[in-house]
Structure formats: C-alpha cells, structure tokens
C-alpha cells in the first residue's frame, strides 16, 4: 500500500490535476491500496474540510478498483471521530489513526481514545504507531487489547522493531493484520509474519515494491532480498529530511506534479538533493 503524497501548488492549494494523475499511476503499477492524508499527504498541515475534500477526490478517481484507506487520525479524540466519520460518507474502506501526538497519552488514554472512535463509527480502523512521530509508543499489550474490539482489524507498526511481530500476534486473532509503516525493514518484517506494509518509497517504485511483498509473503525470502537490495538507498534517503519533504521532491523530479509543500515544510535542501537522485537512480528510477 503506498502512502500517497499530496500534490500542492505554488500557492499552496491540493493540486488535484496532479492527484489524479498519481491515482492512475499507481493503479497502473499495481498498487494493492492507496492510503490517503497520512503523514506522507502532509495530513497535518490540512484544515478539516481541505482533508475530507481530498478523501473524497482519491475515492472517486479510483472509482472502486483498489482499496482506499484515510488517514484520520488526531490528537483529540474528537476531532478524530469527526474525521473518520466524514471518511466512511466519502466511502472509504478503511481508516488509519496514528496515535495521538504531542498530548503523549498514556497506554489507558491510547485504548480509550481508540476504542471510543472504533465504537462510535463502524468502520474498518487499522491503529497506526509511529513514536517518532507522536512521542507515545503504543505498546503490544495496548495494540492486544484493541485488537479485541471488532472493527479494529490492524496495525501499522513503524517501530522498525521486528521483534514486536511475534509478540502482537501471539495475543490478536488471525484476522487481525500487521503491516510495517518502515521500508527498511520490509522483507524482514514480513518473513517475521506480517501481512504487508504502507509504504513510502512506494511513491517512487510502486511495481518493484509490490513485487518484492509478494514474494516475501510466498516465503521466497532469497528473491525478495535481491529485489530490494537496489532500493535501500531509496528506503535510507527518502527519510534525509523530514517526510515528505524528500518523497515529494523525488516524485517531482519524475514530472508527476511541482513540488511544492505546505509550511512549516520546506523544499528539499540543495546539499541532499544529489543523495536522493542516485538513490533514485540505483533503485532504476529514469529522471
């Protein structure tokens, strides 16, 4: 699943002519599903009605033929039920909710602020824990304890700690799945027993990055190593600076949309910008 960027103007409005663009792109390339108004779609830097009106845009466009899953997450409780609740009207399949950041909440306070949204919209909701981020780690015992509410139906775990794989899943049922929200870790996280990953680097090399999923989940670990090993660069530069500052930069340079951001995010430094084009290049990106 790639974590869609969200293309912007000069003048900082959602470019949607580019949005469309990228949809089609990634459909092309064998996407399996598009997360929308993530991190990496500068989520934070959205009003409210900015945020539905993309949900709905990426849900039309895709008019059906892969998932779409919105990111709508918040720091308040309420404001995140809002905003997943505008996601299931626009007709979304799922939702992703980061914890919440900056309140730093404790393990009670995360399970009780997820739970309240997952019982007041029926919905899908995959957690989303990325401490680095939020400044709170939801703990496998927290994520455990969600698992059992009926419409929380996974986790995106972006710890980079592949350790937690067996510990999440020895205590959630099967049908509760774990993705990685980290490109480094991928294969390992996978052949550890995850169900796949929400991607950045899938902005840039969507097809060898569902190529290299399937096969670490037909278990032919050797194959997968092989076909990431030219996108590790890829997966180390597209996190130089802050995302999505140098996701966005890179797809610009492809000519699918201007590079533009939304402050406090600015344009990728001038001295970065050689390291991620032969990141690029070596992950067989033409430029």
């Known amino acids: ?18 949005l469309a663009r990228l949809v089609e792109f990634h459909i092309e390339a064998q996407t399996d599903a598009i ?38 997450g918040a720091n308040s409780t309420s404001e995140a039920i809002q905003l997943t609740q505008c996601a299931k009207d626009a007709g979304v399949d799922a939702c992703l909710l980061v914890s919440p950041y900056y309140n730093k909440p404790t393990q009670e306070g995360l399970f009780l ?17 990325v401490p680095g981020r939020t400044a709170v780690d939801m703990l496998p015992e927290t994520v455990i304890r969600l698992s059992k509410i009926p419409n929380i139906i996974g986790v995106k775990e972006a710890t980079g700690d592949i350790g937690r794989v ?11 799945d774990l993705y990685t929200g980290d490109d480094a ?32 989940l037909s278990g032919n670990a050797e194959q997968a190593y092989a076909l990431d090993a030219p996108l590790r660069a890829l997966h180390r530069d597209l996190f130089i600076e802050s995302n999505p500052i140098p996701v966005k930069w890179a ?33 067989g990106v033409e430029v």
């Open 113 to 129: 602020h997820h739970k309240k949204i997952a019982e007041t919209v029926d919905i899908p909701q995959i957690l989303y824990n």
């Open 166 to 176: 067996a510990i999440i899943k020895a205590g959630v049922v099967d049908s509760f």
């Open 1 to 18: 699943m790639v974590a869609l960027v969200t293309p912007m103007l000069e003048d900082e409005s959602v470019d949607f002519e580019s």
């Open 35 to 72: 997360v929308t108004m993530g991190t990496t779609g500068e989520s934070a830097t959205l009003d409210f009605e900015e945020h539905c009106e993309v949900v709905r845009f990426v849900v039309e466009k895709v008019k059906g033929r892969i998932p779409v899953i919105a990111g709508t």
């Open 251 to 283: 797809v610009a340079k492809m000519g699918l949309m201007g590079g533009a951001l939304r402050l406090p995010l600015t344009p990728l430094s001038e001295c970065y910008q050689p390291k991620v084009l032969q990141a690029m290049k070596e992950a």
């Open 185 to 216: 870790t991928t294969v390992d996280f996978i052949l550890a027993g995850g169900h796949g990953g929400i991607s950045v680097s899938a902005n840039i090399v969507p097809k060898q990055i569902h190529d290299v999923y399937a096969l670490a």
